[in-house]
């Protein structure tokens, strides 16, 4: 899975809010754009962003003088911003759940910009689906657990902890195809090695 840092795109384009929205059609007119960030008026200041929309939506329809409104009044802030870490498909998660086409990437300071297109230019969910890179994560965990769980014992800090990588794979695998899962991976193996568990915390998962 690509992470967001690797197809944001680093020129981003600016603009005060205070400036006036003609003054935002002329930069997204020169530079071929869509969106802008709005930037901070001080350091606790969040970011803002005003589309191609906005402008259509709250000043064209309207028939407002684009010469007299100002960024501020149009703009979405805070926006929903990204982290430059975060993998490709949890961005395209979040994303579509807010009904918003464009982010800024943040960390600390202003990073780049993510779209729909870039996800969909750059993403790389044709070559490396993330159900299916989540599969093959999930049966290399199976089958380290149950090694190690047989090397150190069942009952074996060890064995918890390999336990603990499957259960967390397992369960965000089920949550990507909005599954519940009848019997996971650890409580089959508690039906293998009922004793070893006995009286302790993993009695609660493996009873139910």
């Not at 093959?136 to 089958?143: D, I, M, N, S, V």
């Not at 800090?157 to 949550?175: K, L, N, S, T």
């Amino acid at each position: 899975m690509k992470k967001v840092s690797e197809i944001m795109t680093t020129d981003v384009a600016t603009i005060p809010g205070s400036a006036r929205v003609s003054d935002a059609v002329n930069l997204m007119r020169r530079k071929g754009i869509h969106t802008l960030i709005v930037d901070q008026s001080h350091e606790q200041d969040a970011y803002g962003i005003v589309t191609a929309f906005d402008i259509v939506a709250k000043v064209t329809a309207t028939g407002r003088n684009p010469r007299q409104v100002r960024v501020y009044e149009i703009m979405t802030k805070p926006c929903l911003v990204l982290n430059p870490e975060l993998g490709v498909e949890y961005a395209a998660k979040l994303m579509t759940s807010a009904g918003i086409h464009t982010a800024p990437i943040i960390q600390w300071n202003l990073l780049g910009i993510l779209s729909v297109t870039d996800i969909l230019n750059q993403g790389d969910f044709l070559e490396n689906p993330q159900e299916d890179a989540l599969a093959k994560q999930f049966q290399a965990l199976l089958t380290t657990a149950r090694a190690t769980c047989k090397q150190n014992g069942a009952a074996s800090d060890a064995c918890r902890q390999a336990w603990d990588a499957v259960d967390a794979v397992e369960a965000e695998a089920a949550y990507q195809k909005a599954e519940i899962l009848e019997k996971t991976a650890f409580e089959e193996f508690c039906e293998e090695y009922p004793e070893a568990f006995k009286d302790r915390e993993y009695d609660t998962w493996c009873s139910g």
